[in-house]
């Protein structure tokens, strides 16, 4: 008689690793924040670009990510090197996207659509090196772990370094950006340091990281799409995620218009991330513990609704003043940072399930649509809200002659950044709702593989 076969071990992750890897981060929370929050502006109030034009230069790039992204998970998928599957990829990502990153903000000297064209190049091109890099950059902890609650204690190191990454681009970001050129320039040649010395600490501390399987490449982007639409857990939390995501690009793209024109302090576009910030710092071990308390989907349904609480309240901030118009955003804070820390380990609960329940490890299947979809839907924010301003008169300028908006775009420019946002972040929670998979479905998940192997292994001594 063959006795079972013993349930795998489960792989930690040193704390070396997790802290290479969550310092990787740091680049995607600046590449994500910085272009959210102030290209539209950099292009309307710098550059006198439209803003309806604006609002399509922020957008269009990000539609390539549907193809890139899901390209470069698939290639990845299939690498096989002495750096690994993923870590050849974000060595690229690392050499091409800081230089791009800064020729973007470069600040020619063009202004209107000739301005925008040019921006709209190099931001293609950066769109593309980041997709190098961060694609194969979220497969890598469904590779490294099996273990429901351990990737969320990987995940919690990589939303350390988010606080630290938004905290440089929210606040450090438009101090140096300023309102003219050639603040832009400096911002954009510091950040794009930045985002070298991230990827490339990433790259190099990740070098020992443990891969528990290897990953197995669908033959075309369109059997990647075909996969992705028959996991019906997948496609859920893509739902819902992207509702989140979309709602926060919004309100990115609205601070420094709502910082301007309803709190009348430009600089306080600064203070106001700040306030974002702290709570991706302090609040991980509370989201961590409110998982494992509420499970995830709890948790998340708890972090959206203080998101969206805290938004639609910074629609009343006008006669209630400045103090009143932070307390809500350190609100908004918290929520933001227990939903990013979801996100991205109910990805990897995802990617887990799917190879138990398929026998075929896809990561970057799942991880190449995801970022594509999530990049897409924050920049449509950027362009949803440049239509808005468009629409209600916005004026574009440059910093040498400043013009009075009309109160149609001033109003449009308040609740287009606070109650819009509240109202996405709503369907969010309703779609959340649907979201089933647990830590007891994927233990019934790992016991089923269990004993499929163990009656394999009895059926071929037999």
């Excluded at 916005?394 to 287009?416: I, K, M, N, R, W």
């Amino acid at each position: 008689m063959v006795s079972p076969a013993p349930s795998p071990a489960v792989v930690t992750v040193s704390r070396g690793v997790r802290v290479g890897y969550g310092v990787g981060s740091v680049c995607t929370a600046t590449f994500s924040t910085v272009p959210g929050l102030l290209l539209l502006f950099y292009m309307t109030n710098v550059l006198a670009v439209p803003a309806w034009i604006a609002g399509v230069v922020v957008f269009l790039p990000k539609l390539w990510d549907m193809f890139i992204n899901p390209w470069v998970g698939q290639r990845s998928d299939r690498t096989v090197s002495r750096f690994g599957a993923r870590r050849p990829w974000m060595l690229l990502g690392a050499v091409t996207l800081p230089v791009t990153f800064a020729l973007t903000f470069a600040g020619p000297p063009l202004t209107g659509v000739s301005a925008a064209l040019y921006v709209a190049l190099f931001y293609f091109l950066t769109a593309t090196a980041y997709a190098f890099y961060e694609v194969p950059y979220k497969a890598m902890p469904a590779e490294m772990t099996d273990d429901y609650h351990e990737r969320s204690s990987l995940l919690q190191w990589k939303m350390v370094f988010v606080g630290l990454g938004i905290l440089l681009s929210g606040a450090v970001a438009p101090a140096i950006a300023g309102t003219d050129v050639s603040g832009h320039r400096t911002m954009g040649l510091l950040i794009g340091a930045v985002l070298l010395l991230s990827m490339l600490a990433a790259f190099f501390g990740t070098a020992r990281a443990p891969v528990i399987g290897r990953a197995e490449a669908e033959p075309s982007i369109a059997a990647q799409f075909a996969a992705a639409r028959s996991n019906k857990t997948f496609m859920v939390l893509l739902g819902f995620s992207c509702a989140q995501m979309f709602s926060a690009g919004v309100m990115l793209a609205g601070a420094p218009y709502f910082a301007t024109y309803t709190l009348g302090d430009p600089g306080a576009t600064t203070t106001l991330f700040l306030g974002i910030v702290g709570p991706l710092l302090i609040t991980m071990p509370l989201w961590v513990w409110l998982s494992k308390r509420y499970d995830k989907r709890g948790a998340m349904i708890l972090s959206s609704s203080l998101f969206m609480v805290g938004a639609a309240g910074m629609a009343v901030s006008g006669p209630l003043g400045s103090a009143y118009a932070h307390a809500c955003v350190l609100l908004v804070g918290i929520g933001y940072a227990g939903f990013q820390l979801l996100q991205f380990s109910m990805l990897s609960d995802v990617i887990v399930h799917d190879a138990l329940v398929t026998g075929k490890r896809r990561a970057g299947v799942f991880t190449g649509l995801w970022t594509a979809a999530e990049t897409v839907v924050f920049a449509f924010g950027a362009l949803v809200l440049g239509w808005l301003l468009a629409a209600t008169g916005f004026v574009e300028s440059d910093p040498s002659t400043p013009v009075a908006q009309p109160e149609s775009a001033t109003t449009a420019a308040l609740y287009g950044s606070t109650l819009l946002p509240a109202i996405l972040m709503g369907v969010g929670i309703l779609l959340t709702t649907r979201y089933t998979l647990t830590a007891a479905k994927i233990k019934e998940a790992q016991d089923a593989a269990t004993e499929t192997s163990a009656g394999t292994v009895e059926g071929k001594e037999g």
